[in-house]
């Protein structure tokens, strides 16, 4: 629907329908540009490499948290995304929200598919701190892209719930790869990226083909819940025995690697979330689909009749 006064003002509607498509093509851009940056400066430079193990070897467990962090990330496998995405595609399909269906399998093959190749096409500098490639993280990426597709799937009755434990999800994953010594925090940072791009390339095409998108959702609930989740996963994972190194001497630097993680988790969710809540919505159902161009087009190219 148009607001009041856009019927006379044809720009104030151009923008009013643009907007958002602007948004995620600069929100994907900017992802693009962060991923290539953090991954020169982690994974190609001593102070990058330095900084990041040392993000990494503060945030420890005793021994039963470690158990069962590893357990955790035991259960990210083919398998269960299989299951996740059959699941997000299936609920889609019943909602008949089928340009959500395919822009959330779109985004989960993508982001994993993206991350695998850059762990295999790169190469990590040795700095004295391993050499093995592990940036982006794939198990971070399999749960960033899966809460991404769920907030594209999900009913706006539960999208707000889905940010909270999407966030406290990819949290736990997160803290769960730093206690194993799987990964540094910049993969973690490197997974969200990926996803996001993956998540604002498949909004902006479907709003591309459907001719604009009406808006996006309000941020507000989407940004308080996304933050308790947050905060939800540290005080689990703190009471579970996920603690600073060297006890209170290393506290605050523990605290500082798992809330930014964590707050990074957040505003990636609340963003997501916002930007997809016209495709959630049902917005996917109104305006021109790609079947009305296609007879549009057949139109024009009917022979005109001609005289008798």
């Not at 399999?142 to 539960?158: H, R």
Request: charged residues 10%; contains cysteine; proline residues 5%.
């Amino acid at each position: 629907m148009q607001r009041e006064g856009e019927a006379s003002h044809p720009v104030r509607a151009t923008w009013h329908r643009w907007r958002s498509t602007a948004a995620c093509v600069g929100i994907g851009v900017l992802s693009v540009v962060a991923l290539v940056w953090l991954g020169d400066r982690s994974q190609q430079t001593r102070l990058g490499q330095s900084l990041d193990q040392a993000g990494m070897d503060v945030v420890v467990g005793d021994q039963a948290a470690t158990r069962g962090l590893v357990g955790v990330l035991g259960n990210v496998s083919l398998g269960s995304i299989a299951v996740a995405v059959l699941v997000l595609v299936g609920t889609a399909v019943v909602r008949e929200r089928y340009a959500a269906a395919a822009a959330a399998t779109v985004l989960v093959m993508g982001a994993n598919v993206t991350t695998q190749a850059m762990k295999a096409l790169t190469e990590r500098a040795d700095h004295g701190y391993l050499t093995v490639e592990s940036f982006p993280s794939g198990h971070a990426t399999v749960v960033v892209s899966l809460v991404f597709a769920a907030l594209v799937v999900a009913p706006e009755a539960v999208r707000t719930t889905m940010s909270l434990i999407g966030s406290g999800a990819i949290t736990v994953i997160a803290a769960a790869t730093l206690v194993a010594s799987w990964h540094r925090p910049s993969d973690v940072i490197g997974a969200l990226l990926v996803s996001l791009a993956w998540g604002t390339a498949v909004l902006a095409t479907w709003s591309l083909l459907r001719g604009g998108m009406p808006g996006v959702a309000s941020a507000r609930p989407h940004r308080i819940f996304a933050t308790t989740g947050v905060v939800l996963a540290v005080a689990g994972l703190v009471a579970g025995g996920v603690r600073p190194g060297r006890g209170w001497i290393d506290f605050l630097d523990a605290g500082v690697v798992l809330a930014g993680i964590g707050l990074a988790a957040a505003l990636a969710v609340t963003t997501f979330a916002q930007l997809a809540g016209p495709m959630a919505t049902g917005a996917d159902t109104a305006g021109p689909t790609p079947g009305a161009w296609l007879g549009r087009v057949r139109s024009w190219r009917a022979p005109r009749p001609g005289p008798p």
